[in-house]
């Protein structure tokens, strides 16, 4: 199920483009081609109700309107004495759209939206009794600095209602890893554009704001509830001989837990067989099953190449280069991709790291680890150790060391 809950509507700042703009029957067109269910409206420092209650009505019956608002942030001083400033996205329970139109109208007043800025503390004193999700930049320009993130943190009495909104999929997915509560929104510039944005795509359909929240929170009853509504079909299993029963199989990715030794491989043998049986398309894979290439790359840890053991003593220092760098040709090559993705993820993941570290109560610890990853540790090192423990791949080899510095 698509969400977008970073979505504009119209050209509110100097700065934005026309192309934001959007009418009624453009907007339920995209989002039908989009596929969304769920769009949250976050103008820049404005909430334009008459403009909400007809888009609302536009999409009556395919699509769930939210009201909200993008906020200018003015945050704490830094050390060479200037303000933080940052983005916040703040969306409201629907059913409570009339006091939040009250409340965003008492807190912009007059101003101009292109100079508009305010503290956390007095967005949420102002719309805090909306019932509100706040959703700051994070992994994204222009953020909202770690101290008021933490600030609003402490503001809200239920802290599911805070998400933490990312620019990519690679970086939400990093995140999402480490148990951060993330999302990402289409953040629409082009309106002509738009189904090609990125959305937050959750795998239980909700239909209520109060659903999502609840959902958030991982709440045991909502998600049984969710989950039940999905379609799903009981199919016999046999873990071991003899032993038979059904489990429920929903249409969707279904994950199987156990020990070693429990009967996980021989219940999707017995899934498979099903299949086989009702002449349904199906495709298996068995991870001790393993590809050529993925084999080849697992060998190289059990024979070191070396010069001397590709007889190669005689040979200039180039030749031996380019006759050990055949060798290894398809690892490096799959080296050189895999690396690509990392150094893209890695600032994130270091950014992770920190945040861990900081949590640590012994402060010697604490400081040593923190120089260790601020100082010591470049994006490019994270990437390296990052592959090198994710494939279990040493490379003993001149050559594919050189591949790897000429990446980073």
């Known amino acids: 199920m698509r969400i977008d809950l970073h979505c504009h509507t119209k050209k509110v700042k100097t700065g934005d483009a026309y192309t934001r703009n959007v ?26 109700y008459e403009q909400y209650k007809e888009l609302k009505n536009a999409t009556e019956g395919y699509c769930d309107i939210w009201p909200g608002i993008e906020l200018d942030i003015i945050g704490k001083v ?30 912009i007043k007059d101003e101009d939206v292109n100079t508009f800025q305010i503290g956390v503390k007095k967005v949420y004193d102002m719309l805090g009794i ?30 599911s209602r805070l998400f933490k909104e990312t620019s990519d ?12 509560s993330v999302i990402i929104g289409s953040d629409v ?11 937050a795509d959750i795998r239980l359909p909700v239909q209520t704001f109060e659903q999502f929240c609840l959902l958030a929170k991982k709440d045991t009853q909502i998600i049984d509830t969710l989950l039940n509504q999905k379609r799903k079909k009981e199919i016999s299993v046999s873990p071991y001989k003899k032993v ?42 068995k991870g001790n099953e393993k590809d050529t290439d993925f084999s080849k790359m697992l060998k190289v840890n059990d024979v070191i190449a070396t010069p001397d053991k590709l007889q190669l ?25 895999e690396l690509k993705n990392l150094i893209l993820e890695s600032a994130a993941v270091k950014r992770c ?18 120089k260790r990853y601020i100082d010591i540790k470049t994006v490019s090192q994270i990437a390296r150790e990052m592959f090198m423990s994710r494939q279990g791949v040493h490379y003993h080899l001149a050559a594919g060391e050189k591949a790897i510095s000429s990446l980073i």
């Not at 380019?322 to 080296?335: C, R, W």
């Open 244 to 285: 038979n029963f059904k489990l429920p199989f929903y249409e969707d990715i279904n994950i199987i837990f156990g020990q070693k030794g429990t009967g996980k491989t021989e219940i999707l043998e017995s899934l498979k067989k099903y299949y086989i049986e009702n002449g349904i398309s199906m495709e298996s894979y």
């Open 313 to 337: 003593d005689s040979m200039t220092e180039v030749a031996k280069e380019n006759a050990m760098s055949s060798v290894f040709q398809n690892e490096i090559t799959d080296l050189k991709n």
């Open 130 to 159: 909306c019932d509100c999700i706040y959703i700051p930049h994070f992994h994204k320009e222009p953020k909202l600095s770690d101290e008021d993130i933490q600030e609003l943190g402490e503001l809200l009495p239920d802290s």
């Open 169 to 180: 999929y690679r970086s939400l997915g990093v995140f999402s890893n480490f148990d951060y």
């Open 353 to 370: 790291i920190l945040d861990q570290i900081q949590m640590i109560e012994n402060d010697e610890c604490r400081d040593i680890l923190t």
């Open 78 to 107: 830094d050390q060479k004495g200037n303000y933080k400033r940052g983005h916040l996205i703040v969306i409201a329970n629907p059913k409570n759209v009339e006091l939040f139109n009250v409340q965003v109208q008492e807190l």
């Open 23 to 48: 009418t009624k029957d453009k907007f339920f067109q995209k989002i039908i081609e989009a596929e969304v269910k769920i769009v949250a409206i976050t103008n820049h420092n404005q909430f334009d």
């Open 189 to 199: 510039q082009d309106w002509d554009k738009y189904e090609n944005s990125k959305f």
